[in-house]
Nanobody, 122 residues
């Protein structure tokens, strides 16, 4: 079992920034993918960005390239999502998830956090 807990969401104006955190616990791992997904009201859950724990390799959705940055702190078993130049269309519940291999489909992820709300006003 892996437990994931997100934090850092909130309300921000367009053009502003937020930093999300995902703390992992329950088991040790070094060959895992940690990813961020988001889900807006009435829409499907979509992939945002992922990071490979072993070597910090990253892969981003086109919609957030150049604005969002994922990183990890191995000592804390924590993944961060720095979000800059936020747009109203970024408004969603953001989820942290873990998988055994690189994937963009939520069905490939075995563990999920509870989500944290991000709201961007115009």
């Amino acid at each position: 079992q892996v437990q994931l807990v997100e934090s850092g969401g909130g309300l921000v104006q367009a053009g502003g920034s937020l930093r999300l955190s995902c703390a992992a616990s329950g088991r040790t791992f070094s060959s895992s993918i940690l990813a961020w997904f988001r889900q807006a009201p009435g829409k499907e859950r979509e992939f945002v960005v992922g990071i490979r724990w072993r070597d910090s390799g990253t892969f981003y959705a086109d919609s957030v390239k150049g604005r969002f940055t994922i990183s990890r702190d191995s000592a804390k078993n924590t993944v961060y999502l720095q979000m800059n130049s936020l747009k109203p269309e970024d408004t969603a519940v953001y989820y942290c998830a873990a998988a055994g291999r690189i994937a963009t489909s939520p069905h490939e992820y075995d563990y999920w956090g509870q989500g944290t709300q991000v709201t961007v006003s115009s």
